[in-house]
């Protein structure tokens, strides 16, 4: 089997010479192996072309994309037209159980949920397509039966999406309104405590932070008396407590309900899911879905990237997690140190503690939202002033912030031009080795900051922060917008450049699985959100990592195949084991 896909928002038949039809062998010898469409891009007929890849090496944009696929994947579930993205497969809902679909961004996972919660009828690859088709193509399987009553309207769904911003242009009116409509289930004040909503019940919409937003969208999801509850992404904007709580309720309302969730949070996908899909292949080219596999299998093949049952290899190394040894502290000069200080503003108040960062190390940051963590890396790096007491460093101090902006003046900036003016190194071999290739920017060197989506920006804002000469990298929440595979990526880029350089990295994140793959030393926050905070430490991984999931009521276990966080259930015996002995990460 063979796909050729075009990348239309790529393509740019006006600024080339149409090389991929000038130099295709097929075109050459007679055939219309490529022709030009009515919008003057080119149309790939699929069973003509031979996989030569001339046209994928001659085009100036790395618009088009020839790829072979194993005979197993069969027939294409749905595509996006002619020469488009196509989705092979799809998850199974299955009642009393909380089904996790899991994988890069780009390969279908949110086209699997409209299909399934019957906002889009799969096409199987064709443009006359019936449901009568649909129900004979996955005949004699649980889909089917699930889908014939999609077909029939006879399937209530509940439906968070991924992305929040149309919220506040669809609806105008405080919280409690939006939620009063939605609530079917008549539990709307056990939710909005249980989430901490009753206090903006009165707020409007649109003057909602993302973490408000996000708690906002999942308790009108969970109002809702539906036989499939789909959530497009939990996590983002929320903080580990959050995530958590989150996670126990979805995992609670799986008992009953079929659920279905898009995570990229392992941690969380692992303690709220009972079974996986992995989806897999080229994003924004094709994708495949998985048979279900059980969450610790499931999650175990995905970071192996090698799933047994398909004998299908998803990447080439696989990601390992290591147990901490004990910082060694006395063979590393210290960076520099700060005598306590405190921060100010109207209602809350942040006390920074004494503390040092040693040189070459890499310090996690933990706590809740609205605790001061952003606060902190703001007054490193020197963009706001203490109230009380000093904090002069003395050292250059490159910072990315949690909030990313582009300014005006580089919006018409492509990526590899602003990434060239900030360093010296890049185009070296070294430089794409380091930061390119890990942080998958290759296709994005020739796009514009504007156009660019918010993982992206993330992705990019991160090699900008690592391309500055600094004694001190500061990163607020890099993992924020990113999948699996980009964040670890992302660890890869961060640790590997501490390293080579002897430079120090302080990282502000909620994943926990980041925090564990990338940290050396933890510095964790405490206090009351929106009120007061304060730091303790940095300390090494162990004690932090106990102090901080004490205060968070859980325990972690190291999985014995791939020494992964697993959360252990509450009040499981291991749970209540670890907590006996006082030790909340990894007993």
């Not at 708690?215 to 992404?233: G, H, N, Q, S, W």
């Not at 992302?490 to 990282?507: G, M, P, Q, Y």
């Amino acid at each position: 089997m063979r796909i050729a896909v075009l990348k239309r928002d790529r393509c740019q038949p006006k600024k080339c010479s149409m090389e991929c039809v000038k130099f295709c062998p097929g075109v050459r010898i007679g055939d219309e192996t490529i022709v030009v469409g009515e919008d003057g891009k080119p149309v790939i007929n699929e069973i003509l072309c031979s996989g030569c890849g001339i046209c994928v090496n001659k085009c100036p944009f790395g618009a088009i994309y020839v790829i072979g696929l194993p005979e197993e994947v069969g027939e294409p579930t749905h595509r996006y037209g002619k020469n488009g993205f196509a989705l092979y497969g799809l998850p199974i809902p299955r009642e009393g159980r909380v089904t996790g679909v899991l994988g890069p961004n780009g390969t279908g996972k949110s086209t699997a949920i409209k299909i399934l919660s019957g906002k889009l009828m799969p096409n199987l690859g064709k443009d006359d397509t019936e449901w009568e088709d649909v129900l004979k193509f996955f005949s004699g399987s649980e889909l089917q039966i699930y889908l014939k009553k999609v077909a029939d309207g006879e399937i209530r769904v509940a439906y968070k999406p991924q992305y929040l911003d149309a919220i506040p242009k669809l609806f105008s009116g405080n919280v409690e309104k939006l939620l009063s409509r939605t609530d079917e289930r008549n539990i709307l004040p056990e939710l909005t405590q249980y989430f901490g909503l009753d206090v903006i019940l009165e707020r409007d919409v649109r003057t909602l932070s993302g973490g408000e937003l996000q708690r906002v969208a999942i308790t009108a999801t969970l109002l809702k008396d539906a036989d499939l509850y789909m959530f497009d992404e939990v996590t983002p904007y929320l903080d580990i407590y959050q995530r958590i709580r989150v996670a126990k309720l979805i995992e609670k309302l799986g008992q009953k309900k079929a659920v279905m969730v898009v995570e990229h949070d392992l941690a969380v996908l692992d303690l709220m899911a009972d079974a996986v899909h992995i989806t897999y292949g080229k994003p924004g080219v094709f994708g495949v879905v998985s048979l279900p596999k059980g969450i610790r299998v499931g999650i175990n093949q995905y970071l192996k990237g090698y799933l047994a049952e398909e004998n299908i290899r998803i990447r080439d190394e696989k990601i390992e997690f290591y147990i901490h040894a004990p910082s060694p502290d006395v063979d590393r000069e210290t960076l520099c140190s700060f005598n306590a200080f405190k921060k100010s503003y109207d209602g809350f108040t942040l006390n920074v503690n004494s503390g040092e960062f040693k040189k070459g190390e890499v310090v996690g940051v933990l706590g809740q939202n609205g605790i001061g963590k952003s606060t902190f890396m703001k007054l490193l790096a020197g963009v706001i002033e203490p109230t009380e007491g000093t904090l002069d460093l003395d050292l250059k101090i490159s910072y990315k912030p949690q909030y990313l902006v582009v300014d005006k003046e580089l919006e018409c900036v492509s990526v590899g031009e602003l990434l060239k003016s900030i360093t010296e190194e890049f185009g070296t071999s070294l430089y794409k080795t380091e930061i390119i290739n890990p942080l998958q920017l290759g296709e994005l060197l020739d796009r514009n900051l504007s156009e660019l989506s918010g993982g992206e920006l993330q992705r990019v804002a991160i090699a900008i922060c690592l391309s500055r000469e600094a004694d001190l990298y500061l990163l607020d929440e890099p993992s924020a917008h990113l999948d699996v595979e980009q964040r670890m990526g992302a660890i890869k880029a961060i640790r590997r450049f501490s390293e080579r350089n002897d430079v120090t990295s302080v990282v502000v994140d909620h994943d926990i699985y980041l925090i564990d793959l990338l940290a050396e030393r933890l510095l964790v926050f405490d206090g009351e959100p929106g009120v007061k905070g304060e730091t303790h430490g940095p300390f090494d991984m162990r004690t932090g990592m106990n102090k901080f999931l004490k205060a968070l009521g859980i325990t972690f276990r190291r999985d014995e195949e791939t020494k992964r966080p697993r959360v252990n259930k509450l009040d499981s015996r291991l749970d209540r084991e670890q907590k006996k002995k006082g030790e909340y990460y990894y007993c």
